[in-house]
């Protein structure tokens, strides 16, 4: 349904700034990705952070252009949408909606919980004021928030009841297609099985596809349908998720898995997220400063994405056999 | 536990002075001894921070003050001591990882002269080592190049990185009792994992303590070794960290444990959560502040406080459902 052909995303170091950096050149966010979700598939982005997951969401609905490569939806062009009369593209943008990662800037503070929600309504449907209460109350309810938030503004609510509110201002006007970034960062336990819970029941009743953005892995082993592995803006390995969870190929992905499956205590990490500086324009594996099993190969030639089962894709010139 | 222990809290009770609004901490009491990294769990608004505030005498006074209770830290009652003697212990006996780590560096200072300058102010035989004593607990904190990050100022550095120097000022302060709130936000699982190795470190053989705020239950039973859980400003159990991860006794603490999601959470089935409370009874009724959410809750918990059951040497819990397991000889209602 979605899907991103070779993205590349650069975002030039500003020689204009007041506080020159002094960091020459440019940051490469996202680097000649594809990646694509299918109708009615939740997939699961993973990686450490820093490492693009953000930029690639937004990238494929479009909220930040690519540098580089092709987005489509259903297989047509996005520029076909954002080109064209607005209609059509109030109509795309409708059924492509975001959760943005920081419920606490991603709402307006001098709207109420109420307006808020209203206002997918009144953009996107020709409906009268007391429809859209109705739909507001009803979106209210599913989300599970109390009848009462409605007349709050966000700095009222606490971090939860703000994470639902950006779901139902998403959910509004009947999404095919919704990134959630860190939905569950910032939330207590129950509260974020709660907002889980709320995720699968509204992708099991009508069929909206996700893209998961999470460091997560157990909520994303729960939710996603397939994974995602992203490192230093390449992804490195895309498996479903039963066999990505039992069976990492890429040495990164094993890193990333037993690092989460680790206990605290005894404090022994092997770190996969020390900072190796990685020349822009060296070629190479990104991953072959830390990887247990670099080759001569390795820090030679970039590994492409390729298949390796059905549904599995890898990025490595050594796989475990 | 034969040491003495390094703070005892009994009954303390913080709120606001308007008449009639409910208490914020509401007569908690706990004793932490040397050795030991307590958890301090709970959900967002529940009170850790407040404790801890209350404690090291940083409450923010007024609205906020302490209205009953004692706090005796190293054998002193903390809360009659004179503000130049609080301030004297302030990083010799007690010391604080602020939840806020943005602000706990100023902007026009960099921030190792910062780190030095608490360093010497309080060991100021230090001097001379302490900036090498940085640069060495920052490697161990996964950070990397010290030095060059103590040359610049705070807002050159990410989150992650603030949040790391503010850890170690703190741990290089070697306070006899640190209280970390929430210190491990901003680090990802790496960094994560080097903080509590080298908080492991700190109370290994030392007499020292350290209390661990945090909302993530996992983690803090991870490396803690005893964990108290709190709910709307009381402390409802304390218990090893293994035990209540296998047997959580309070409804809460139960609710807690199985709406954590896990690798072997059944993909099938919705998860547990814990009922949230949508009539807004819980608030003014006189028994368990939990029994509006609680799926157990009998018409007792409604009307009356729960007692804090003992149930064994380092086991207690504020409940009804066990009030009838009181271990021998330590009845405290």
């Known amino acids: 349904m979605v899907s991103v052909e070779e993205v590349t995303k650069i975002f030039p170091a500003n020689r204009r700034s007041l506080f020159p950096s002094g960091k020459a050149g440019s940051v490469t966010a996202v680097d000649r990705v594809s990646l694509s979700v299918a109708d009615n598939e939740i997939v699961a982005l993973i990686g450490e952070s820093g490492c693009g997951k953000t930029t690639l969401g937004k990238i494929m609905l479009g909220i930040i252009p690519a540098s580089d490569g092709k987005v489509l939806f259903d297989g047509h062009r996005l520029e076909e949408f954002t080109s064209s009369g607005r209609k059509e593209y109030m109509d795309w943008r409708r059924r492509y909606q975001m959760v943005f990662q920081d419920p606490y800037s991603s709402l307006n503070p001098r709207l109420t919980v109420r307006q808020t929600l209203a206002e997918p309504f009144i953009l996107h449907t020709g409906l009268d004021t007391a429809s859209v209460r109705l739909k507001v109350d009803e979106l209210i309810w599913a989300v599970g928030l109390d009848s009462g938030v409605d007349s709050c503004l966000p700095g009222e609510l606490s971090g939860g009841q703000r994470q639902r509110v950006n779901i139902a201002r998403a959910l509004a006007c009947q999404p095919r297609f919704i990134v959630c970034d860190e939905p569950l960062a910032t939330l207590d336990a129950s509260v974020k099985s709660q907002i889980v819970n709320l995720l699968v029941g509204i992708h099991r009743q009508y069929g909206v596809s996700y893209l998961f953005i999470s460091h997560d892995l157990p909520a994303a082993r729960y939710i996603a349908d397939r994974v995602a592995v992203m490192y230093r803006g390449s992804l490195v390995e895309t498996a479903p998720t039963e066999l990505f969870f039992n069976r990492p190929r890429h040495p990164y992905s094993q890193i990333l898995l037993a690092n989460s499956h680790q206990r605290y205590r005894d404090g022994r990490l092997s770190d996969p997220s020390v900072p190796i500086t990685h020349q822009p324009g060296s070629t190479g594996c990104k991953f072959a400063g830390q990887c247990p099993r670099a080759a001569a190969v390795c820090f030679s030639a970039q590994p492409l994405l390729i298949q390796t089962e059905p549904d599995s894709f890898l990025a490595c010139h050594l796989p475990p056999g | ?333």
């Open chain 2, 1 to 333: 536990m034969n040491k003495p222990a390094i703070l005892t809290v009994e009954n303390l009770t913080v709120g606001t002075g308007d008449a009639g609004s409910e208490n914020l901490l509401d007569g908690v009491s706990a004793e932490i001894f040397p050795g030991e990294i307590v958890g301090l769990v709970g959900e967002s608004g529940c009170g850790k921070s407040l404790l801890a505030q209350a404690v090291t005498g940083l409450l923010d006074s007024p609205p906020l003050f302490v209205k009953g209770g004692r706090v005796i830290l190293e054998g002193d009652d903390w809360l009659a001591l004179e503000e130049k003697e609080k301030n004297r212990r302030r990083g010799r006996v007690v010391s604080m990882i602020w939840q806020d780590f943005h602000n706990a560096f100023n902007p026009l200072f960099t921030v190792g002269s910062q780190m030095i300058g608490i360093i010497s102010h309080i060991h100021p035989e230090r001097r001379r080592m302490a900036s090498w004593q940085c640069c060495r607990l920052l490697e161990r904190l996964n950070l990397d190049r010290p030095q060059e990050k103590l040359r610049q100022f705070p807002h050159q550095l990410s989150g992650g990185t603030r949040q790391r120097l503010a850890i170690a000022t703190a741990m290089l302060t070697e306070p006899r009792l640190l209280i970390a709130d929430e210190p491990t936000t901003a680090l990802d699982a790496g960094s994560r994992s080097a903080v509590t190795a080298a908080m492991t470190d700190f109370v290994r053989g030392q007499d020292r303590a350290i209390v661990f705020i945090s909302h993530d239950l996992t983690m803090a039973s991870d490396f803690c070794h005893r964990i108290m859980v709190m709910y709307s400003g009381k402390i409802v159990e304390t218990a090893p960290a293994g035990q209540l991860q296998r047997t959580p006794l309070h409804p809460y603490s139960k609710g807690l444990v199985s709406s954590t999601i896990t690798f072997e959470s059944d993909r099938g089935q919705p998860l547990s959560v814990i009922p949230s409370d949508r009539t807004g009874r819980s608030s003014g009724q006189p028994g368990c502040k939990f029994a509006a959410r609680c799926p157990q809750a009998a018409d007792v918990c409604r009307r009356r406080k729960p007692p804090i059951v003992k149930i064994a040497q380092e086991r207690s819990v504020a409940c009804w459902l066990h009030a009838d397991r009181e271990l021998e000889g330590h009845g405290k209602c």
